[in-house]
Structure formats: C-alpha cells, structure tokens
C-alpha cells in the first residue's frame, strides 16, 4: 500500500491519496485534470511530490488519516525530507 502526497504546477495546493497500485492511481489522477467534481482534477493536482509504502491496509490508511490532519508546514517539511527540490517524482525512473 502507498500514501503518496501531490501538488500542482504552481505548488499551491497538496493532496493527500492512498492506493495499493502508485502508476495505476497516478495515471487516473492525470485523467481527470479539468474534471470538476474531483479534488486533483480541479485543482490539477497530478505531480507526485513523495510517497510511504506500507505493507498493509490498515498502517497505510492510519498513515493517510495523521498525514490529513497536519498543517500544510507539516507537509512541507514531510516532502521536504524525501524530495528536497521539490521536482515531480518518475516512478519510471525511480530505483525502487
């Protein structure tokens, strides 16, 4: 299971997801740009920022409900650990 964090272009807004398949869940985030009843696709919310992976449901969604709960600073600092510059994430050419 994966909690993974987003933004969009401008980094002015963070979006906080879960899913057991990262590609897969990006992929559906990117297909709903524009798309007005949805959170990512309103707020074009598609560029991965960082993402936990845990081996179960339950960690993962405890994670996803503590990461909601903090500050936007808190999440900041949370991306900040794993992804200093702040550059989209390439699950392609992610090592792991």
Known sequence: MYIYLLTNPSR???YTGITNNLDRRLYEHGQSLGTVGKFTGRYQC???MCFEVYP???QAIAREKEIKGWSR??????I???NPTWEPIDLSAWPG
């Open 12 to 14: 002015s807004v963070l």
């Open 73 to 78: 600073a808190k999440k900041e600092a949370l």
């Open 80 to 82: 900040a650990t794993m």
């Open 46 to 48: 598609n560029l991965l």
């Open 56 to 58: 179960d449901a339950v």
